[in-house]
């Protein structure tokens, strides 16, 4: 069974970082994409960015280009997601996701098992 657990939420002050990790289980992590989703307050489920299976192809959505970084560790089983210079439009209950297979999407349908999620708040 997959299992995905984040962990590293928590409240920082707008500028601030933080960085998410996801530990999986149940699968031979280093054959599949992952991806980070977050969900706001009244707000649609929405991608973050993806990693493929070796860590040569990232992407990231606009709003968060040059300020979050996605990585993982396949000796860990564990994805990250490094937020520098969050603002309060970041806060949101963030998500990771393992694809179907070694690639990313932004397609929520495009992946197999999902986290429970962890909550960041950014404060102005």
């Known amino acids: 069974q997959v299992q995905l657990v984040e962990s590293g939420g928590g409240l920082v002050q707008a500028g601030g970082s933080l960085r998410l990790s996801c530990a999986a289980s149940?699968?031979?992590?280093?054959?599949?994409?992952m991806g980070w989703f977050r969900q706001a307050p009244g707000k649609a489920r929405e991608f973050v960015g993806g990693?493929?299976?070796?860590?040569?192809?990232?992407y990231y959505t606009g709003g968060v280009r040059g300020r979050f970084t996605i990585s993982r560790d396949n000796a860990k089983n564990t994805a990250y997601l490094q937020m520098n210079s969050l603002r309060p439009e970041d806060t949101a209950l963030y998500y990771c996701?393992?694809?179907?297979?070694?690639?990313?999407?932004?397609?929520?349908?495009?992946?197999?098992?999902w986290g429970q999620g962890t909550q960041v708040t950014v404060s102005s």
């Open positions: 996701a393992v694809h179907y297979n070694s690639h990313w999407s932004s397609n929520e349908q495009a992946y197999a098992a």
């Open positions: 149940g699968l031979d992590f280093s054959s599949y994409g």
């Open positions: 990693i493929n299976w070796s860590s040569t192809s990232t």
